[in-house]
């Protein structure tokens, strides 16, 4: 047979049957797989092509145009129906049903307070009932407000790099040094310095020291309290600190003082409490004496008044702090304080 007549009659038989084949193809590899019939290396159009070098010159133009006529046709069809195909399955995605209902639900994890949280809020609900009014002071704070102020000699050793966190801040004052503050007793300067007495604060907040073992960590919470008013005196601080203790730990909870020194105070005090646990007989949390050291306290020393422009002569009052890390371990009996900063889910889901 002539080559002419071969491609003819191979393209004749061609007919539009792949239009079937592919309308019938219901998955993308079924379709590819219909036009690799015609169009793969031993595809039916292939073939034929193949027979082209031997064609006449005169037939060629003819030939080789309805040879590409044919290709061009079958490219279309299955571009159509690729997009088709593509098109089903978007619309299968988008109206198929996302969820399975016969699984069981999955119940949203409850978060709640921190234990930190828990235990200042109970001290700032207890000073409150006692006629304290809350105020909160700034971390970072000027060295005037956090050392000077408070008659700390310029050579104590808690303003020892050592143990403070100095700080370079933009836009501090002229010569001012800065530092995360090591207490939160740099709120009575603040205070004392825009209020003018009578006044009965409490402050709560983070502290920051250069300490770093399983009782100390280089951040940690205090509260503060201090109340400044003419006449008030060491008795007045035993009341507070008796009406305390015993809303803290209890009616019958006794305190006890011991002198100490500290030097925004005179005379100092730490202050005990008799174990809530064990009412004083001893045991392991209260290590066998029957008491805990709970705070620090004492009568605002005068010089800390001048230093805040109120006149030590006319006005006294007492100032006292404690560690909340402190007490939430001795409520919770958490034996290692930086268990309360790691942010493990088992550790804190206990509370
Ligand atoms: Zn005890």
Redo the contacts with the bound molecule.
Sequence with gaps: MEPTQAIEEALDSFGRQYLAAFAAASTEQALRDERAQLLGKKGALTEALKLMGKVPAADRKRIGERVNAEKAAVDAAFDERLRALHAEARARELTARPYDLSLPGRAPARGHRHPISLVIDDLLGIFRDLGFVVVEGPLVELEENNFTKLAFPPDHPATDMQDTFWVDVAGAPPGARTLLRTHTSSVQVREMSRRTPPMAIVSPGAVFRRDDDATHSPMFHQVEGFLVDRGVSMADLRGVLAAFAERLFGPGTKTRLRPSYFPFVEPGAEVDLS??????????????????EVLGCGMIHPEVFTHCGIDPEETTGFAFGLGVERLAMMRYGVPDLRLMFENDPRFLAQF
Excluded: E, M
């Excluded at 174990?275 to 805990?292: D, E, M, P």
């Design positions: 174990c809530a646990l064990c009412a004083g007989s001893g045991c392991r949390v209260c290590k066998g004496t029957g008491w805990l």
